[in-house]
């Protein structure tokens, strides 16, 4: 007996005509949740039917007429059409001629109910947000360790902040399992020292992202004391995780551009920053300069002897009087010494010259020590005035071990201007000293 060899396409063709007999498939409805729904550009569409247990895939040709309603993953739909082969693949599909609308499908409801639940419960409040550090160290990356996802996230992050180390955290992000694996490694992110977390994957149908939307995760990452970016799928695709996140991105390249800074864009930022401080610095030196020079040409610093001119000039007028006084002193003491000798012409001569000789003898001495004390007074007098001039020498009382004691800038000139507990400022030659009043006596 020869054995008969077939191609694929002939048993692929065989099966199909199998379907194509058969009465009760090429006649059937069918009601299911529309999954991974693709419109080509032609006007044909592509989905999947599924229930709880099972898919088929489904394609309708030309489906604008067929159809008068807006069509999304989740939705609960009748098809009619007629189950067959397509042989260039070998998989079985509807080719749907009719769909009518039937509600909203399970999955979907069961997300909007916990979306409310935990939105009743403040999982979702703008408060809980934490705030994404403005330049991380350390990013997690909780996701799967190959496909797309990953590989996006590591590159862009390498290219816009080299400087920033990434630590993955690779965990199933489907199927059975996957829900609690995330979880894990959330707890796992936490024990470690990275500073911001990215919890994604690449797109997919709900089916494919529902370990997002398991109420575990939701509260994992509500927990999290690590700020979380979502990036769960496509832009247009939200789960629950996007929700309680600190932060949604829309895809997992666009977690990575929020998560790190652009390096050129702070090196332009240092820059300008460095132009700033330069010219605030520059602003301040010539500030600085301008007053200097000022001080240096100020009159006082320039005439410096001027201070004293009114104490000279004092200490002149004072030494005149001075002379005036002695000078008149003498003037008037020789004046009455004439006036005794006339006297004296008109006495006997021995006794007058005695008298005369004792007389002047006295006067002589009276005028001495008039002088005398005359002399020493003024001489008083003017080392008083040169010891006043002195101490009014603003260089020079100071250095003496003098000091000035004030109280808010105002000079005290007695106990009774001060109370306890004032405090002093004592100005010495070479600096400040600050303290307390324990006691008045």
């Not at 080299?162 to 936490?190: S, W, Y």
């Amino acid at each position: 007996m020869n054995e008969q060899i077939l191609s694929v396409t002939d048993v692929n063709r065989y099966i199909k005509d199998l379907f194509t007999i058969d009465g009760f498939l090429n006649n059937v409805t069918v009601k299911g949740e529309i999954s991974n729904l693709k419109i080509h550009g032609r006007g044909h569409l592509y989905f999947s039917l599924k229930d709880e247990n099972s898919k088929i895939n489904c394609v309708m040709f030309n489906y604008a007429p067929k159809v008068s309603f807006e069509l999304s993953d989740g939705m609960s739909v009748k098809v009619k059409g007629r189950v067959n082969v397509y042989e260039a693949s070998g998989s079985y599909q509807i080719y749907v001629n009719e769909m009518t609308n039937d509600g909203v499908g399970n999955l979907y409801q069961l997300f909007e109910e916990l979306k409310k639940r935990l939105n009743n419960e403040g999982l979702f409040d703008e408060t809980h947000k934490q705030k994404l550090p403005r330049i991380p160290k350390k990013i997690g990356v909780i996701t799967a360790p190959t496909g797309a996802a990953v590989k996006d996230i590591i590159s862009t992050i390498n290219k816009r902040y080299p400087l920033c180390e990434i630590l993955i955290f690779p965990t199933l992000v489907q199927g059975d399992g996957a829900k609690e694996n995330i979880v894990k490694m959330i707890e796992k992110a936490n024990e470690t020292d990275v500073d911001l977390i990215i919890l994604g994957r690449g797109g997919g149908s709900i089916e494919d992202l529902w370990a997002f939307n398991e109420e575990i995760v939701a509260r994992s990452i509500y927990n999290s004391k690590i700020p979380i970016i979502s990036a769960v799928g496509h832009e247009i695709d939200f789960t629950i995780s996007d929700f309680v996140a600190d932060l949604r991105a829309p895809t997992p390249t666009g977690a990575a551009l929020m998560a790190v800074p652009d390096q050129y864009e702070i090196m332009r930022y240092l820059n300008e920053y460095k132009g700033r401080i330069t010219n605030v610095l520059n602003n301040k030196l010539k500030r600085a300069n301008e007053k200097l020079s000022s001080t240096a040409n100020s009159f006082i610093l320039k005439n410096i002897l001027s201070l004293y001119s009114p104490k000279e000039q004092k200490l002149d007028i004072l030494i005149d009087k001075l002379n005036g006084l002695i000078n008149n002193k003498i003037s008037y003491n020789t004046n009455k010494l004439n006036q005794l000798l006339i006297k004296i012409k008109g006495l006997s001569p021995s006794e007058k010259i005695d008298y005369n000789i004792e007389k002047i003898k006295r006067l002589e001495k009276n005028l001495n020590n008039s002088m005398n004390n005359i002399i020493k007074f003024k001489s008083k007098e003017l080392t008083n005035s040169q010891t006043k001039i002195e101490l009014l020498n603003p260089t020079n009382i100071l250095d003496k071990g003098y000091s000035i004691i004030k109280i808010n800038d105002k000079i005290i000139k007695s106990k009774n201007d001060v109370k306890i507990s004032d405090n002093l400022d004592i100005i010495l030659k070479d600096g400040i000293i600050n303290s307390e009043v324990k006691g008045v006596k």
